[in-house]
């Protein structure tokens, strides 16, 4: 099993190094994993029940906010569509999903460089992880952004709301292609808009912004800076 809550502290940024530096490895902490408040606010949870959950929760939560506000729609779905019982395949896959959504979300303002890869293995290597989970996370960092492979892992609507979730939180979304990244990962998850405000909302981000123009699903595409 992976231990997906270890993967993800590798991946945090550190507010020391932030505050000292923003340029080469470094820079890391301006753009990657934790840079945004959503999943630092949920630090607490994750530290609980688990980051694969505490995002799990997020989602349920906006969900049934959503439904309540809809009149004469469906009922919710059971909360165990969003969390998967503990140490089951089921949440080993989500919860790489969910990690994959957070890197590629992370790439969307700014290349992962050489040097930032190579901070976050070493401090991979200092944590109790198999090769074969500090090879993935490698992998993964590696590979160039593409939001169809994220959009890919929605196999459920449950999942489609987890994921742009995890992507939220990942991020402070305070750039136009942070922003364009998002807007673009909602239409091509096909999230209703009142859905994507509400999960701003649980995850406490200010409420997306309309776009000046409807979005497509192919708004979003990389620059040179990214892949």
Same mark, same amino acid.
């Given at each position: 099993?992976? $231990?997906?809550?270890?993967i993800?502290?590798?991946?945090? #940024?550190?507010?020391?190094?932030?505050?000292? =530096?923003?340029?080469? =490895?470094?820079?890391?902490a301006?753009?990657?994993?934790? #840079? /945004?408040?959503?999943? /630092?606010?949920?630090?607490?949870?994750?530290?609980? &029940?688990?980051?694969?959950?505490?995002?799990? /929760?997020?989602?349920? %939560?906006?969900?049934?906010?959503? @439904?309540? $506000? @809809?009149?004469?729609?469906?009922? =919710?779905?059971?909360?165990?569509?969003? *969390?998967?019982?503990?140490?089951?395949?089921?949440?080993?896959?989500?919860? %790489?999903?969910?990690?994959?959504?957070?890197?590629?979300a992370?790439? !969307?303002?700014?290349?992962?460089?050489?040097?930032?890869?190579?901070? &976050?293995?070493? %401090?991979?290597?200092?944590?109790?992880?198999?090769?074969?989970?500090?090879?993935?996370v490698?992998?993964?960092?590696?590979?160039?952004?593409?939001?169809?492979?994220?959009? !890919?892992?929605?196999?459920?609507?449950?999942?489609?709301?987890?994921?742009?979730?995890?992507?939220?939180?990942? *991020?402070?979304?305070?750039?136009?292609?942070?922003? !364009?990244y998002?807007?673009?990962?909602a239409?091509?998850?096909?999230?209703?808009?009142?859905?994507?405000?509400?999960?701003?909302?649980?995850?406490?981000?200010?409420?997306? @912004?309309?776009?000046?123009?409807?979005?497509?699903?192919?708004?979003?595409?990389?620059? $040179?800076?990214?892949?």
């Amino acid at each position: 099993m992976f $231990n997906i809550d270890q993967i993800l502290k590798a991946l945090q #940024s550190d507010p020391n190094t932030q505050r000292t =530096a923003m340029t080469g =490895a470094a820079g890391l902490a301006a753009g990657m994993l934790l #840079s /945004g408040g959503g999943l /630092g606010k949920l630090a607490g949870n994750a530290a609980k &029940i688990g980051a694969v959950a505490a995002v799990g /929760g997020l989602a349920y %939560k906006a969900w049934q906010n959503h @439904q309540q $506000n @809809q009149q004469g729609s469906a009922p =919710a779905p059971q909360q165990d569509a969003f *969390i998967p019982p503990a140490n089951s395949a089921a949440q080993e896959e989500l919860g %790489k999903t969910l990690v994959r959504a957070m890197i590629a979300a992370a790439k !969307a303002d700014g290349r992962i460089d050489a040097d930032e890869k190579e901070a &976050i293995f070493g %401090k991979l290597e200092t944590m109790s992880l198999s090769s074969e989970e500090k090879a993935w996370v490698f992998d993964e960092l590696s590979t160039p952004l593409d939001i169809n492979a994220v959009v !890919a892992r929605a196999d459920t609507p449950e999942h489609a709301v987890e994921i742009y979730a995890a992507s939220l939180v990942a *991020i402070t979304a305070d750039t136009a292609a942070e922003r !364009a990244y998002l807007d673009a990962l909602a239409s091509k998850l096909k999230l209703d808009p009142g859905l994507v405000a509400e999960i701003h909302k649980s995850a406490g981000e200010a409420a997306p @912004q309309p776009a000046a123009t409807p979005v497509s699903p192919y708004a979003y595409t990389p620059s $040179n800076s990214n892949v």
